[in-house]
């Protein structure tokens, strides 16, 4: 499980990215914190409504922006869908139901992401690797692991 920020390490952590903590970006972290089922910024906004009722979808957007860059959460892509939004920050790959239609993370053995780096040709090093399977449930494997 990744690790969950306090109020005063998050503002830590954008500060030292150039941002200043909000109110906004807050609750918006907290929606991703609160319910990791890798949500669209549409499925974020319908969330923080009830919080921040005001709050416009441009300013979600740019909410979730901030995070990404500042490493707080990673943006996943999924084929030509809407990005989705994932605060777990350990090493790991998602498994996307096509059926469902939901994202899972899969957690990945360190020695696994090894024999993946060392495909590289020489002289590169990755700084990241994303990995995501596609496919459906099969038989008890539907269970909810997000």
Same mark, same amino acid.
């Given at each position: 499980?990744?690790?969950?920020?306090?109020?005063?390490?998050?503002?830590?952590?954008?500060?030292?990215?150039?941002?200043?903590?909000?109110?906004?970006?807050?609750?918006?972290?907290?929606?991703?914190?609160?319910?990791?089922?890798?949500?669209?910024?549409?499925? /974020?906004?319908?969330? /923080?409504?009830?919080?921040?009722?005001?709050? !416009?979808?441009?300013? /979600?957007?740019?909410?979730?922006?901030?995070?990404?860059?500042?490493? %707080?959460?990673?943006? /996943?892509?999924?084929?030509?869908?809407?990005?989705?939004?994932?605060?777990? %920050?350990?090493?790991?790959?998602?498994?996307?139901?096509?059926?469902?239609?939901?994202?899972?993370?899969?957690?990945?053995?360190?020695? %696994? %992401?090894?024999?993946?780096?060392?495909?590289?040709?020489?002289?590169?090093?990755? !700084? !990241?690797?994303?990995?995501?399977?596609?496919?459906?449930?099969?038989?008890?494997?539907?269970?909810?692991? !997000?």
């Amino acid at each position: 499980m990744p690790t969950t920020l306090n109020h005063d390490a998050l503002s830590q952590r954008l500060t030292d990215s150039g941002l200043r903590s909000t109110t906004q970006r807050e609750v918006v972290y907290n929606v991703l914190l609160k319910k990791r089922d890798h949500p669209t910024a549409d499925e /974020v906004y319908a969330r /923080v409504k009830a919080d921040l009722p005001t709050i !416009s979808l441009a300013t /979600v957007y740019n909410c979730l922006e901030a995070l990404v860059q500042c490493h %707080l959460v990673r943006s /996943v892509n999924l084929d030509r869908g809407p990005t989705r939004y994932c605060p777990n %920050l350990h090493p790991h790959a998602h498994f996307h139901d096509e059926q469902t239609g939901r994202t899972h993370d899969i957690d990945l053995p360190a020695e %696994l %992401l090894e024999k993946v780096n060392a495909v590289l040709p020489d002289g590169y090093n990755s !700084s !990241s690797v994303e990995i995501i399977f596609r496919g459906t449930a099969t038989g008890s494997g539907g269970q909810d692991r !997000s």
